[in-house]
């Protein structure tokens, strides 16, 4: 199902030996431009997305490499991005051990059987890669599609996933993933310490079968302070970033994670992901100055009047010079009321206002 690339190219024109500007500003050094892409930029915004999930559940879709293949391309082709992430969903490790937990329309992942206990933990398995061989399938049909722009492969952050796990659902306040935080640390060390091999396996079925770079979502991380998560979260992140170290770019995001940054970077990230809630530059002293940073457009901006995006846009840069490396990217997904002429156009803004 997936279609040729042929006809609108994967990255701006360039010397055909010109390495992957994304690639250089994850390890701190600057390309031809500043690279974009956009967290979900796959996704509900795009009506050939629409066109062909119709009918089809979300956890199908994920096992489908025929579609992961096509859905991953579809904003490489629209938007001229530097970068592709995988099409897949934080859960899809978690049915994959064989977890009955389902993506519901409107409310998100929902667990039958949330794990609270000891005796809960035990039934959460390793994960193998031949129980994700259609993920294996599907990232090495897009390394082929892709040529020379790099895959990005993702996986939820061990916190993120035992929030849903605990709570059974999305949760407003956590409180009893909090509860069993600090009030069963056991349990809730045997879980993390599960999920931290699950996630880091994930990851690395990604990587082996091609995928560049990897990005490590802790969508939930920011509901924490930065004592607890010091001490009862970063330490499973590290782990599963140290399973990474020495082979790709590591990225690292969180949502309101602004107090935890300093946290995240020392978990072991080559990159931090910055939320839109921070600065660039007051992220970078928050890190100390010495990592790549990622972000961090408003979502909201890309639908206001072009003239606002543009200056919005050019602040975001203005706020970066100085990095070690920048991705411009925004500072959550992208909603599913955005024009995606504008994310076009957003791209080439931020690409003719950097090139060297």
Not at 79 to 100: E, M, Q, R, T, W
Not at 119 to 142: C, K, N, W
Not at 174 to 198: Q, S
């Amino acid at each position: 199902m997936s279609s040729s690339v042929a006809d609108a190219p994967a990255s701006p024109p360039g010397p055909a030996a010109e390495p992957s500007p994304f690639l250089a500003a994850c390890h701190g050094t600057r390309g031809a431009w500043t690279p974009v892409w956009f967290m979900r930029q796959a996704g509900r915004s795009l009506p050939e997305y629409r066109r062909i999930r119709e009918g089809i559940p979300m956890l199908e879709s994920c096992a489908r490499p025929d579609l992961v293949v096509e859905i991953t391309m579809q904003p490489v082709r629209r938007y001229g991005v530097d970068a592709a992430i995988f099409y897949s969903d934080i859960v899809v490790p978690l049915k994959a051990v064989g977890l009955d937990l389902d993506i519901v329309q409107g409310v998100g992942p929902v667990v039958a059987r949330p794990i609270r206990t000891a005796a809960d933990v035990e039934r959460l398995r390793a994960l193998e890669p031949d129980d994700v061989a259609y993920v294996t399938e599907a990232v090495q049909g897009l390394v082929g599609e892709l040529g020379t722009t790099p895959l990005i492969g993702f996986a939820g952050a061990p916190f993120t996933l035992a929030s849903y796990l605990v709570e059974g659902g999305p949760s407003k306040d956590h409180a009893r993933t909090k509860a069993l935080m600090l009030g069963e640390p056991a349990v809730w060390a045997a879980l993390m310490g599960r999920l931290a091999d699950i996630s880091a396996t994930f990851l690395q079925v990604q990587v082996d079968a091609g995928a560049r770079a990897v990005q490590l979502f802790d969508s939930w991380a920011g509901v924490l302070p930065r004592r607890l998560y010091a001490e009862h979260v970063a330490p499973w992140s590290a782990q599963v970033l140290g399973r990474l170290e020495g082979q790709v770019p590591r990225i690292h995001f969180g949502v309101g994670t602004g107090e935890l940054l300093g946290e995240m970077a020392a978990a072991g990230a080559d990159v931090v992901g910055v939320d839109f809630r921070v600065p660039l530059d007051e992220a970078a002293r928050r890190v100390g100055g010495d990592r790549p940073l990622q972000g961090n457009l408003d979502s909201a901006v890309v639908l206001a009047p072009w003239p606002v995006v543009e200056r919005e846009a050019r602040r975001v840069l203005d706020e970066a010079r100085g990095l070690p490396g920048h991705v411009f990217n925004l500072g959550h997904g992208v909603l599913p009321a955005t024009d995606p002429d504008v994310l076009a156009r957003l791209v080439e803004l931020v690409h003719s206002e950097t090139a060297r």
